[in-house]
């Protein structure tokens, strides 16, 4: 059967077979292990790095720069070699002028002690005016008490119930091990109150998009960024949305906007009644952490502070 005319565009004709097109897996998963963490793509610039950057941690000396150092996993007990002492010094003891030689140390004398108080009381007879006073009568004797044992052995009312269908289950919380690389440490700090603090969109298992949030008290910069625009509701206060960013490979197909979408939708799980952003007016693509106001615009924020460098954009959730 010949494919039917398209009169309204003569150059396309309806063919009856159809294309199979690939499907794509998209997953979100939680940064909270190593091995969720091992999915963080690197930065478009390879000067940055989401892996080690400390910026929105740090108020006053957060870096995004790459830093080879924070990656290697370090055995678990080990630390920084302590500093070096200079040789001056450890060769010379340090004297203190106001410490006494052990050797040459007296007992102290307590004015107060019976032998050495004139005034204490002493003991046995009476003499002087107190000879004169009347003996204390003898108190009758407390009456027994009942036992009160089996009381104390029968259950505690107050104690937490063990099998409590209507409670939740204990959260599960796995911290990073002692060793783990430092950002994923700062990353696992509110995991048994909060929650993760980043998220990862993979496509057929392979990194996409990365997000970075969470509470306002997470983020020393943000707290201090925030400080500038009194005009901003204090109560209550909103999460925080540090970071966002795509590999170069996958960049405008949307899916910078979909993590943030899900991102936005846990928090309101989580509980939060808004959500805040604060890009950087000016900087280049590939320098910021935080997107571009028209970014934001797109994926549902409004302009509450219209600052020439650093606006800040907010979603009601």
């Known amino acids: 059967v010949p494919a039917p005319y398209n009169a309204a565009h003569p150059r396309v004709h309806a063919s009856p077979r159809r294309t199979l097109a690939r499907v794509t897996r998209v997953r979100i998963v939680d940064v ?18 989401h892996r080690t950057c400390d910026y929105w941690e740090d108020a006053l000396a957060g ?35 106001f410490l006494e030689d052990a050797a040459r140390r007296r007992p102290a004398v307590n004015p107060f002690a019976p032998e050495t108080n004139p005034f204490a009381p002493t003991t046995g007879a009476r003499s002087g005016p107190e000879a004169d006073l ?58 048994g ?20 949030f969470g509470p306002l008290s997470a983020y020393p910069r943000a707290l201090r960024l925030r400080d500038l625009y009194p005009q901003l509701p204090a109560s209550p206060l909103p999460a925080v949305i540090t970071c966002i960013a795509t590999t170069e490979e996958t960049r405008r197909l949307g899916h910078a906007l979909a993590l943030v979408d899900d991102v936005c939708r846990e928090l309101a799980r989580r509980g939060f009644a808004a959500v805040e952003t604060y890009p ?6 590939d320098a910021t952490s935080a997107a571009f106001p028209g970014f934001w615009e797109r994926a549902g924020f409004a302009m509450v502070v219209a600052d020439d460098r650093f606006p800040v954009m907010r979603r009601e959730l």
Do not use: M, T
């Open 32 to 49: 909270s292990d190593e091995e969720s963490f091992a999915l963080v793509p690197p930065c478009a610039d390879p000067a940055f790095d």
């Open 193 to 212: 109150v909060f929650g993760s603090y980043a998220r990862v969109l993979l496509l057929d298992d392979r990194p996409a998009a990365y997000c970075q």
């Open 134 to 191: 009347p003996a204390e009568p003898d108190l009758p004797a407390e009456p027994d008490l009942p036992d009160q044992s089996d009381l104390l052995a029968g259950p505690d009312l107050f104690a937490p119930i063990a099998d409590n269908p209507f409670a939740p289950p204990p959260r599960r919380v796995d911290r990073p091990s002692a060793g783990a690389p430092r950002k994923l440490g700062l990353l696992g700090r509110g995991l």
């Open 280 to 285: 950087e007016a000016g900087a280049r693509v």
């Open 63 to 97: 870096s995004k720069a790459h830093r080879e150092g924070w990656l290697r996993v370090q055995a678990a007990g080990s630390s920084s070699p302590a500093p070096a002492v200079p040789h001056d010094r450890a060769q010379s003891p340090v004297l203190n002028p």
